[in-house]
Nanobody, 122 residues
């Protein structure tokens, strides 16, 4: 099993930046694919970005391309989501998750963090 703890959320004005962290314990994070998801008020959980365990390649939904960057720090067993040029529509609880099958569907991910709130004011 792997335990995931997100941090770095908060309140930021539109156009600002935040860096979310996902600290893993129990297993080596590099052995898993990792995804970031978000749940906005009144909406279903939405895939945001992923990074593969093998090649390290990343993938993003269109609405965050050019603004968000997903990365790994294998030495510290931590993943990150750098969020720039934030918009009010980015407001959500953000979750990191890991799995062994690469994909964008929540069902592909086995272990989930507790989430961290990101609020972007206009």
């Amino acid at each position: 099993q792997v335990q995931l703890v997100e941090s770095g959320g908060g309140l930021v004005q539109a156009g600002g930046s935040l860096r979310l962290s996902c600290a893993a314990s129990g297993r080596t994070l590099s052995n898993y694919n990792l995804g970031w998801f978000r749940r906005a008020p009144g909406k279903e959980r939405e895939f945001v970005a992923r990074i593969s365990r093998s090649s390290g390649s990343s993938y993003y939904i269109d609405s965050v391309k050019g603004r968000f960057t997903i990365s790994r720090d294998n030495a510290n067993n931590t993943a990150y989501l750098q969020m720039n040029s934030l918009k009010p529509e980015d407001t959500a609880v953000y979750y990191c998750a890991t799995g062994v099958v690469i994909g964008s569907l929540p069902d592909y991910y086995i272990y989930w963090g507790q989430g961290t709130q990101v609020t972007v004011s206009s």
